[in-house]
């Protein structure tokens, strides 16, 4: 337990100013400062950095599939009506349905891209994708206007100039037409948009129903280019990976979102790895800046110290008061540096005051996601550094000798 002597001394000396010693005033507040904009800056910087993260991944999961059953050969997989059920029998998966890839040709009007065709479940893959609808609907089945539904990304129904209610034709070549020259050609309805502000996906992907993607890649009964895999719990996704890939033969493998998008997820773990280590330099330099706030609150006072000294405190006495001193500074500007952030988390929340280019970072935005744990971390770390820094100050004041510095400044 601390000595309240110590304690009141350190209290008084943080909290009450000298006449005449306003230069020693603003070394204090400036110490002060630099710890709160370490300590904010620090918070900010792991909050932006979280919210990345929990955005992009966010986004991946919710428009890929958790995990992907597929073929090394260019042959489809067979016998799906029994793979399925084997599937969907292995500890950790929800879901599983089959789908169909390929390339095409998609056309609006007088537009004509290249795009990626994926057939799925009339009533929609495993994906999140409905909360990811931006205009219309999401919705495979037969439209109003006596055509089946289609959903494609912002980006390439902005190419296409095309909207909700629009006409779109599909064109296949498949390799089983013995004429192909001639390719397989089907007209659908846009039914719906979505967003994801991921380029690769908003601008490749259109997806329409198991049934007229099978009819356009002449795919038979029972075949699939794909698997596609739901588990239960997302925090699973690599050991169930791992346990399907014992049980499923050449030459069918699987593969896992995080191995899929690796790219992606590899960006941002170095955001996360580099930007805090980076930003806590800017604590470290703020808490050794102690050295020269606290010495020269020591140099201040050193009349004070030979009083003490003269009425019975002890060197130890003298070291707790300094370093009591130096911890009260940390910890203002440690409070100050937290209020910083919970202000910046709530200005960025409510008013979107950094804006980012979509094209570049996947959103319109920058998220914040503040994590308790990093605010302990955070406080623990600023503490330790200030007592580290107030420590060798502290331990000058205490070697000082009463009888010098009673008579000092005469």
Same mark, same amino acid.
């Given at each position: ?80 009506? /029994? *793979? ?6 292995? +500890?950790?998966? %929800?879901?599983? #349905?089959?789908? !169909?890839? &390929? ?68 064109? /296949? *070549? ?6 192909? +020259?001639?390719? %397989?050609?089907? #007209?659908?309805? !846009?039914? &719906? ?218």
């Amino acid at each position: 337990m601390f000595n309240r002597f110590e304690w009141f001394i350190a209290r008084r000396y943080f909290s009450s100013g000298r006449k005449g010693s306003s230069f020693l005033s603003f070394i204090k507040i400036m110490a002060i400062a630099g710890v709160a904009v370490g300590a904010a800056g620090l918070l900010i910087a792991l909050s932006i950095v979280h919210g990345f993260k929990s955005t992009i991944q966010e986004k991946i999961l919710g428009f890929g599939n958790h995990i992907v059953v597929s073929s090394y050969t260019s042959s489809p997989i067979a016998r799906t009506d /029994t *793979l399925l059920p084997f599937l969907l029998s292995v +500890d950790g998966i %929800e879901n599983a #349905q089959a789908a !169909l890839m &390929g390339e095409g040709m998609v056309q609006a009007s007088s537009f004509v891209d290249g795009t990626l065709i994926k057939g799925v479940h009339p009533d929609g893959d495993l994906s999140d994708l409905r909360s990811y609808i931006s205009s219309g609907e999401y919705n495979l089945g037969m439209m109003d206007t006596g055509r089946p539904g289609l959903v494609m990304g912002k980006r390439l129904a902005r190419t296409l100039s095309a909207e909700p209610g629009s006409t779109i034709t599909l064109y /296949t *070549l498949s390799e089983r037409r013995e004429n192909r +020259d001639l390719p %397989e050609i089907m #007209q659908f309805t !846009l039914s &719906g948009i979505y967003h994801t502000g991921i380029d690769i996906f908003d601008d490749a992907y259109v997806m329409i129903a198991f049934e007229h993607a099978a009819r356009l890649m002449e795919m038979p009964p029972n075949r699939a280019h794909q698997i596609d895999l739901q588990v239960a719990d997302i925090n699973q996704i690599r050991f169930i990976h791992a346990d399907l890939n014992q049980l499923i033969q050449f030459p069918l493998y699987a593969e896992n979102i995080f191995q899929t998008y690796s790219n992606i997820f590899a960006w941002i773990d170095l955001q996360e790895q580099t930007i805090p280590f980076v930003i806590s330099i800017m604590i470290i330099v703020a808490a050794f800046n102690l050295i020269g706030a606290i010495l020269m609150m020591v140099l201040e006072r050193v009349r004070d110290i030979g009083v003490l000294k003269t009425v019975g405190a002890t060197d130890r006495n003298i070291r707790r008061v300094f370093l009591y001193e130096g911890l009260f500074v940390g910890a203002a500007g440690l409070m100050i540096g937290i209020a910083i952030s919970l202000l910046f988390y709530w200005l960025q929340t409510t008013f979107a005051i950094i804006p980012l280019s979509e094209d570049n970072y996947f959103m319109d935005t920058a998220p914040v996601e503040p994590h308790l744990l990093d605010f302990f971390i955070v406080s623990g770390v600023t503490m330790f550094l200030c007592a580290a820094a107030s420590w060798l100050p502290a331990r000058y004041a205490s070697k000082t000798d009463p009888v010098k510095v009673i008579q000092f400044g005469r």
